[in-house]
């Protein structure tokens, strides 16, 4: 086992996989601790208080819960006056509104103000299955990342989700939180670290490093398993923090495995992939393999067919890490 | 504590409004570009505002209790940059630094280079609901301070400015007074051939909302109708005033052609002999 065990994730850790839990009630949980905490926080939502666990906030915090209705661009707005009166305010919608409908307010409103907005952007990539393609997020990670004063995370699981609340919460500018529906193996642990900017470790190897954000990161790891079965040592990177990304962990890997593959429920062009690749290619170019959506509108399905479909399950990542591996070696 | 200006003197604010409108002029004729007809046209509003209506202090910009000016439709900062160093903000001088390579006074107006600017913006459509949240944040936090809000007719084509108009109307944000400039112009012609705003007043009031209509070169009355919105409690108040694009310019007044253009040399010169033959009938007008 090559699993990094300073990471405390759940142990076991694949048989029987842990509990799955909706990475939004991590969210969800986080903004009851930050309520508490600090009278100053804010949350708002778009007609989506219950799916995107912010009805929870609304019930203990009425008087600093704002429901804008079906109207994403005001949402940013409002926020961002709130937010410039001294509070630290977080939106909350689908990801397919906000930021799809919303950029031009995040981006003035928002992050040319450089006010404290925290986006959470809910149900992404294609896991929102049967609702097919109108309401998969694909091209959020790239629409925030490009963004001055704005930093971007995809947590990988609930625990992470809520970390990575509390912790954006700090940050003096504008952040983009990503979560799914579906409910995740909730495979990281309390006391699993979480830095913004620091991507996790889980798994070494010495073959490929696969860097993985999101869903994707439980499905690496169990394709890491079963690579290693096929002779391939794979290393598993949390690749959280797609902005500012972490350009040391970059290029160590790029170093010690000379291929890197990125896995994201998302458009393999301008996502966290890309941001990997540019940081390769600035730092210790080796090939990088962007795996994810190419360039394509998907369908409706179920989840798990819509994942095997598009080779984002942990079957699909050992095909596409074979490969590259096979190429590499030629 | 502030020093609120309450200029009640007309004849001073008269002598304001002039010297803001001489002010744009210079500015953008230094600048070589941005837009005359908006900005003359709002001297007369800015001047109600920073000298009679807001609850400010220049030199503490920061102060937490002020009152809070959003200027959605930035492209008429030049009138803003004119008032705030006016009323003491900045020096006088920095004025003609406008749109300039490290100058605080961006093209569009920026939150955090210049104090005293509440919201970044250029982009239409997004300054109600900044000021809407504001106004929020005072009415739960039971505060004293007001939101002000400065729009264009022309941005309430962008349906951002509804959604914003729609949720004032829900939280009933009596501290809210929005200014509209309705000057009938946009870059591409007159609002109603574009398409079309009216019945404005009409709309507004379905949506919850107090309406007065001033004429937006009547400084009296402009601070009248601010009072009033002070005194509506329980909903939000828009101003619509009606200005003539360019105003006080005999070359610019009404033309769309004058929106996106500063002055060349010989319209400056025209211009500035213009406001200072009226300064001098300000001053032997009996008030």
């Known amino acids: 086992m090559a699993i990094n065990k300073d990471m405390n994730l759940a142990d076991p850790l694949f048989e029987p996989a842990p509990k799955s839990v909706p990475s939004r009630d991590g969210f969800g949980k986080a903004l009851l601790e930050l309520g508490e905490a600090d009278p ?44 410039a009166c001294g509070k630290t305010v977080f939106i909350s919608a689908y990801g397919v509104f906000s930021p799809g409908r919303n950029w031009d307010q995040l981006r003035v409103s928002v992050c040319y103000n450089n006010v404290p907005v925290k986006i959470h952007g809910s149900h992404t990539g294609l896991t929102v299955g049967p609702d097919g393609a109108s309401h998969q997020a694909l091209e959020d990670i790239a629409m925030t990342r490009v963004l001055p004063n704005m930093v971007v995370v995809a947590p990988a699981d609930a625990e992470e989700a809520r970390k990575a609340t509390l912790a954006v919460a700090k940050l ?37 490093a696969i860097f993985a954000c999101g869903e994707e990161v439980y499905e690496s790891l169990k394709a890491a398993e079963s690579l290693a079965e096929d002779g391939i040592d794979a290393a598993v990177i949390d690749c959280h923090t ?20 990125t896995v994201e429920n998302h458009q393999a062009a301008g996502g966290m ?31 798990v067919e819509l994942l095997a479909k598009y080779k984002l399950d942990s079957a699909g990542i050992a095909e596409i890490v074979k490969k590259a591996v096979a190429e590499k070696k030629r | 504590m502030a020093d609120r200006f309450r200029i009640n003197n007309l004849k001073k604010l008269k002598m304001i409004a002039n010297t803001i409108r001489q002010d744009v002029l210079r500015m953008l004729f230094e600048a070589k570009s941005g837009h005359s007809a908006g900005s003359i046209g709002l001297a007369d509003i800015f001047t109600a505002l920073y000298f009679n209506v807001l609850y400010h202090t220049p030199k503490n910009p920061d102060w937490p209790d002020r009152d809070r000016l959003v200027l959605s439709n930035g492209h008429v900062c030049p009138v803003m940059y004119a008032a705030m160093a006016n009323a003491g903000y900045f020096p006088k001088e920095e004025l003609l ?12 107006p920026h939150r955090g280079m210049l104090p ?35 729009l264009s007719d022309g941005e309430h084509q962008e349906g951002q400015t509804w ?6 109307g829900k939280y009933r944000l009596g501290n809210l007074t929005a200014i509209i400039d309705r000057n009938n112009i946009q870059i591409d012609g007159h609002t109603e051939e574009i398409c079309p705003l009216e019945p404005f007043a009409e709309k507004y009031r379905s949506f919850g909302w107090h309406v007065i209509d001033v004429d937006g070169h009547n400084i009296k009355k402009i601070i009248d109708a601010c009072e009033e919105s002070r005194a509506v409690y329980e909903k939000p108040t828009v101003i619509i005033a009606h200005t003539i694009p360019g105003k006080a310019i005999s070359f610019m007044e009404f033309l769309t052609e004058w ?19 009226q300064r001098d009938s300000i001053e032997s007008d009996d008030f």
């Open chain 1, 242 to 261: 797609i902005k500012p990304m972490d350009m040391k962990a970059v290029e160590e890997w790029a170093r010690k495995t000379g291929l890197i593959v």
């Open chain 2, 97 to 108: 630094t406008l749109r300039k390579l490290g100058s605080r006074l961006q093209g569009h």
């Open chain 1, 40 to 83: 100053n926080v804010w949350v708002l939502t778009a007609d989506v208080s219950e799916s995107t666990r912010t009805h929870w906030f609304a019930d203990k915090f009425p008087k600093r819960f704002v429901q804008v209705g079906v109207a994403e661009q005001n949402l940013a707005g409002v926020a961002a006056g709130i937010a």
């Open chain 2, 259 to 277: 929106h996106g253009k500063p002055p060349k040399k010989e319209d400056l010169d025209t211009a500035l002999s213009e406001l200072e033959k």
């Open chain 1, 172 to 208: 003096p500018g504008g952040a983009y939180i990503r979560t799914c529906r579906e409910k995740l193996p909730a495979f990281t642990t309390e006391k699993t670290p979480f830095e913004i900017g620091k991507a996790n470790v889980y798994r070494d190897g010495k073959d490929v």
């Open chain 1, 273 to 303: 992939g890309s941001a990997v690749a540019e940081a390769v290619g600035s730092t210790y170019p080796v090939p990088v393999i962007r795996h994810g959506v190419y360039d394509h509108f998907c369908e409706s399905g179920e989840s």
């Open chain 2, 163 to 168: 959604e914003a108009a729609m949720l004032a």
């Open chain 2, 116 to 150: 005293g600017i509440e919201t970044s913006s250029g982009p239409l459509g997004q300054g109600l609901s900044q000021a809407v949240g504001m106004a929020i944040v005072s009415k739960a936090e039971r505060k004293k301070w007001r939101v002000y809000c400065v």
